[in-house]
C-alpha cells in the first residue's frame, strides 16, 4: 500500500505565494504519475498540474504561468510552487500518485487534501 500526505497550505494573501509538499511513504514500485488537484466545496474535483514521467508538465488552463510542478523522484516527492495566488485559488487541494506498487501492481493513491484559503 501507498501513502500520500501534503503539507505547506494555509492562509495567504491576494499576490501571495505557497509552496505545498507532497511524499509517498510505503511499498513503492515506480511512481509514474504526479500531480495536483483541487476542490471548491460543492463542485468537482479539478486538474491544476500532472507530471507524468518523461513527458511535459501538464496545467490547468486557470494556472496561466502562475504555478509550477517539480518532483523528486528519488525522495517520491512533488512540489507545487503558487504565487501570484488570487481568491478564486481558494480550495482543498490533493496530491494524487499513480504507478505500480512494490509487487508491480498498479496504483492511484491521494492524499488526505491541504487548505489553500486566499483572502485580501
Known amino acids: 500500500q501507498v501513502q500520500v500526505v501534503e503539507s505547506g497550505g494555509g492562509l495567504v494573501q491576494i499576490g501571495g505565494s505557497l509552496r505545498l509538499s507532497c511524499a509517498a511513504s510505503?511499498?513503492?514500485?515506480?511512481?509514474?504519475?504526479m500531480g495536483w488537484h483541487r476542490q471548491v466545496s460543492g463542485k468537482q474535483r479539478e486538474m491544476v498540474a500532472e507530471?507524468?514521467?518523461?513527458?511535459?508538465?501538464h496545467y490547468g488552463d486557470f494556472v496561466k504561468g502562475r504555478f509550477a510542478l517539480s518532483r523528486d523522484n528519488a525522495k517520491n516527492m512533488v512540489y507545487l510552487q503558487m504565487n501570484s495566488l488570487k481568491p478564486e485559488d481558494t480550495a482543498v487541494y490533493y496530491c494524487?500518485?499513480?504507478?505500480?506498487?512494490?509487487?508491480?501492481?498498479?496504483?492511484?493513491?491521494w492524499g488526505q487534501g491541504t487548505q489553500v484559503t486566499v483572502s485580501g
Open positions: 510505503g511499498s513503492i514500485g515506480r511512481l509514474v504519475v
Open positions: 507530471s507524468t514521467e518523461g513527458e511535459t508538465i
Open positions: 494524487n500518485m499513480r504507478g505500480l506498487d512494490g509487487d508491480y501492481d498498479p496504483i492511484s493513491s
